[in-house]
């Protein structure tokens, strides 16, 4: 285990147990899915068959939502601790950190998304277990690509004004690629159809969560900076 | 105002009436859609400026992040602002177009939708670089946006292709040969390199006044 | 000579915080900055731990351009200030594992508990540090810089929170760091506190050094007319 393999860890580790012991993030979280999944149910009204097709489209803007509020707070601890200083004069490759970061906000982000599938496939009755592996697969590749932008935002905005109006402002854009093809691959594989029929949205997203983790991993040290 | 600043103004406006004769004179009224399709010379080449706009925004957040010189900042910064602008009169120009040959003001098409969500990125730029008071806070954090962005043009682009397609298909940067007859090609010429020679000018010009601002606040 | 300033300077905009300001700091020696607040104590600290750019001058830091090359400078130093970087939903102990490891350094258990008995918060290693005091949290933050090891302390007013026992052990620790080899620059305006430990003391006042003496050439009262006639009797810059 290399010392940037060690120090990536530490974050992660640090991180856990800091939820865990909080439960702050976790616990709200979990309460905003349930209120959505109402919130999902009152707008679009009692017709069935309109939540049942809109329901791609729902789950990944629950996740974006969720992940709006989660990643949003990735540096919180950071901030509040005044721990900032601490990390920049850590020596070594910076990147660590953001990967370290990266790896729990995407634990957190995944252990959301499980949540909401479960809600989703009880409350709106609708059939997402047979399709779990393809289904699997998306959530897999479009947690990737906003965990990576998301962690690097928030690292960002976590020093500026009116932070929680930024952070989705500046994530948002960049995420409506991601979504258009994750939503279009899980419409396609709920709709019963093998994997491979979304071929190439999957390509696009490994692409993208590929790029955008490459930007991720080479611009933080800048973030961090002095 | 340099000289050669002063003297690009002069040549910007020069092409500019050039382009516009071109537009209105030389080019061909279009058959099926009329005349309001000689707005498509103002649309396409304002797009095209666009991007060259956020290419120059690449090219100064990386060179700053590389330097921490403000220069680099300066033109990502005026670049910025440029690209947002022209990227608004595409939409615009897109939409008003739209709305006789269309029927609608707007339309969820690849284009407009790849445009729009473009826009949406560079303002977020701007609104970062706006609210971050320390100057060589702000030019790191843009720069990292402005990589961030650019590296969301080609994804973005293909992602809304795929999802829609009731744009023309695109007949200039598109695979295909191009459709397009001679005339309607050369006033389309004209005027991109009308408009861009204009973009050119405002970012100079842009760039002067960003370093008498910044001269200003150190001196 | 672990730090070499010359003429460093620092300007937010049209405000300068330090002008002009040379120094040096020889290792195995401890340099007190004096000063009044906002004077630029802490300005100047948090440049030469590479956390500030300075706008003039230059700065070598144990051998290394610190301008050009902070990150070699970083792994040199250790800096205890007013932010402590103490995690509160951490225990003390699990605080010195992460920073330890994100140090680069041996985080073992054993070596961790050894640090807190150094700094005697033993008792509490396993208790979470959202019930210390700031003094508890300052020392967490001398036993993590005395865990890496560094050649340069930087110390940004370590008597707050000290009893007078407290003040007793840092000074002891202070001392063992310089006969080690180690160089310390401390920032405070304690008076008793940096008599005790200072081989050379500066002031600063308005962002500029007023004074820079060896310690020995000065007693207690001497100094003390000197920063009162440097700043006004409130303490501000006349």
Redesign the interface.
């Known amino acids: 285990m290399t010392a940037y393999g060690r120090r990536a860890l530490v974050v992660l580790w640090k991180d856990l147990l800091t939820e865990r012991r909080s439960k702050e993030s976790l616990n709200a979280l979990f309460f905003f899915s349930l209120l959505l999944l109402f919130l999902f149910q009152f707008a679009l009204g009692p017709d069935r068959e309109r939540l049942q097709s809109a329901l791609p489209g729902l789950l990944w803007l629950g996740f974006v939502l969720a992940g709006l509020l989660g990643l949003g707070r990735s540096f919180i601890a950071e901030r509040d601790n005044d721990c900032w200083e601490g990390l920049l004069l850590t020596p070594g490759d910076k990147s660590a950190i953001y990967l370290g970061k990266l790896l729990a906000n995407f634990i957190l982000m995944t252990v959301v998304e499980v949540v909401l599938v479960f809600l989703f496939g009880v409350f709106y009755n609708v059939d997402l277990w047979s399709a779990l592996g393809p289904l699997t697969v998306v959530l897999f590749l479009g947690t990737v690509g906003l965990s990576a932008v998301g962690t690097l935002f928030a690292a960002m905005t976590a020093q500026v004004r009116a932070r929680e109006l930024l952070f989705p402002v500046l994530l948002l854009p960049v995420q409506v690629p991601l979504l258009l093809a994750t939503v279009s691959a899980t419409q396609i594989v709920l709709g019963g159809q093998p994997l491979a029929d979304a071929a190439a949205w999957l390509k696009l997203l490994v692409g993208a969560d590929i790029v955008y983790l490459v930007i991720g991993l080479l611009t933080f040290e800048f973030i961090l900076d002095a | 105002m340099r000289t050669s600043t002063r003297a690009l103004g002069w040549l910007a406006a020069l092409a500019l009436v050039i382009g516009l004769g071109a537009a209105f004179g030389y080019a061909p009224r279009e058959a099926v859609q009329g005349n309001v399709q000689r707005i498509m010379y103002l649309h396409v080449p304002s797009i095209l400026t666009a991007y060259l706009a956020f290419a120059l925004v690449l090219l100064g957040s990386i060179g700053y992040l590389a330097t921490r010189r403000a220069g680099w900042d300066r033109l990502a910064a005026s670049a910025g602002e440029l690209g947002v602008l022209f990227t608004g009169i595409t939409i615009v120009t897109g939409s008003i177009w739209g709305k006789p040959t269309w029927g609608t003001w707007w339309t969820w098409d690849a284009r407009l939708t790849s445009t729009a969500v473009l826009f949406l990125v560079y303002t977020g730029y701007l609104l970062l670089r706006g609210m971050v008071d320390e100057p060589e806070r702000r030019g790191r954090y843009a720069a990292v946006v402005g990589i961030v962005g650019a590296a969301n043009i080609p994804i973005v682009h293909f992602s809304v292709k795929w999802w829609r397609a009731l744009h023309q298909p695109s007949t200039i940067l598109g695979p295909e040969p191009s459709p397009i007859a001679a005339p309607i090609a050369a006033a389309l010429l004209v005027n991109w390199v009308a408009l861009t020679l204009l973009f050119v000018y405002f970012l100079a010009r842009r760039i002067e006044i960003a370093r008498l601002e910044d001269g200003a606040r150190d001196a | 000579m672990m730090i070499t300033a010359v003429g460093l300077g620092k300007?937010?905009?049209?405000t300068p915080v330090l002008d002009g300001v040379s120094l040096d700091v020889p290792a195995g020696s401890c340099l007190v900055l004096l000063g009044p607040n906002g004077a630029g104590k802490t300005t100047l600290l948090r440049i030469f731990?590479?956390?500030?750019?300075p706008t003039a001058g230059a700065l070598t830091v144990a051998g290394v351009d610190a301008l050009r090359d902070?990150?070699r400078v970083?792994?040199a130093?250790g800096?205890v200030?007013?932010?402590?970087?103490?995690?509160?939903?951490?225990t003390a102990l699990?605080n010195l594992?992460?920073?330890a490891?994100?140090?680069?350094q041996d985080a073992s258990e054993g070596r961790l508990r050894a640090a807190l008995a150094q700094v005697e918060l033993e008792a509490v290693a396993d208790e979470?540090a959202r019930t210390f005091s700031s003094g508890m949290k300052r020392r967490i933050g001398l036993a993590r810089v005395a865990l890496g090891r560094p050649r340069l302390l930087l110390l940004d007013e370590p008597f707050t929170g000290l009893d007078r026992q407290g003040r007793k052990w840092l000074s002891e620790f202070l001392l063992a760091f310089k006969s080690g080899g180690g160089a310390v620059v401390l920032a405070t305006h304690s008076f008793e506190g940096a008599l005790g430990v200072a081989d050379r003391i500066a002031i600063l006042t308005g962002g500029r050094l007023a004074l820079d003496q060896p310690a020995a050439e000065l007693s207690r009262e001497g100094l003390r007319r000197i920063y009162d006639d440097l700043t006004d009797s409130n303490g501000r810059t006349p």
């Open positions: 300007s937010y905009g049209k731990a590479t956390l500030v750019r902070p990150e970083r792994a130093i800096m200030a007013h932010g402590s970087y103490v995690y509160e939903d951490l699990e594992r992460f920073w490891t994100m140090g680069g979470r």
